[in-house]
């Protein structure tokens, strides 16, 4: 439902818009700074909102709680498509994303690894899948191919 009022409404619109060119959304007229602090502000709510849906499924408060998550949702949207700088994204790609992760680690708990040892082989899943997009990059550049 949110994903279908930033893409369909027209603050959405101009909120990707500040997230990808806010030079050309201050150009068109609209106050950037406003359109910032209402983005953070969402993010900060949706945040909220997905700690309490957290708590509610863990039914516990731990401050511990949701450490391996922050790999998740950072690398599930990176592995999906996104980009560091903002701008570019799925939320298809950061939902696969994600669910490969997830799946890697049942794959490590599989293999009977450590806790301690799965987010490692995670960021360096990450970082394998990074690599490989800046390789395709580089050589879609020098061909002359472009992104």
């Known amino acids: ?6 893409i369909r409404s027209g603050i959405g619109t101009v909120l990707r818009g500040v997230g990808g060119n806010a030079r050309s959304v201050a150009r068109a007229g609209w106050p950037v700074i406003r359109l910032k602090a ?8 949706f945040g909220v909102l997905a700690g309490m849906a957290l708590v509610g499924l863990t039914t516990s408060a731990d401050a511990n709680i949701a450490l391996r998550y922050t790999l998740l949702s950072i690398a ?5 498509g996104g980009e560091f ?4 994204i799925s939320p298809v790609g950061a ?3 994600a669910l490969t ?10 293999l009977r690894l450590s ?4 987010i490692g082989a995670q960021g360096a899943i990450l970082i394998i899948v990074l690599m490989a997009r800046l390789l395709f990059t580089r ?6 191919g472009g992104i």
């Open 1 to 6: 439902m949110a994903h279908l009022l930033i």
């Open 85 to 88: 700088t903002g701008g570019k």
């Open 139 to 144: 050589r879609n550049t020098r061909d002359g």
């Open 76 to 80: 599930g949207v990176i592995l999906g």
């Open 38 to 45: 209402l983005a953070y502000g969402l993010a900060g709510l």
């Open 115 to 118: 806790p301690d040892w799965q």
């Open 101 to 110: 992760l997830t799946l890697a680690a049942s794959f490590l708990s599989f």
């Open 95 to 97: 939902v696969i994303g």
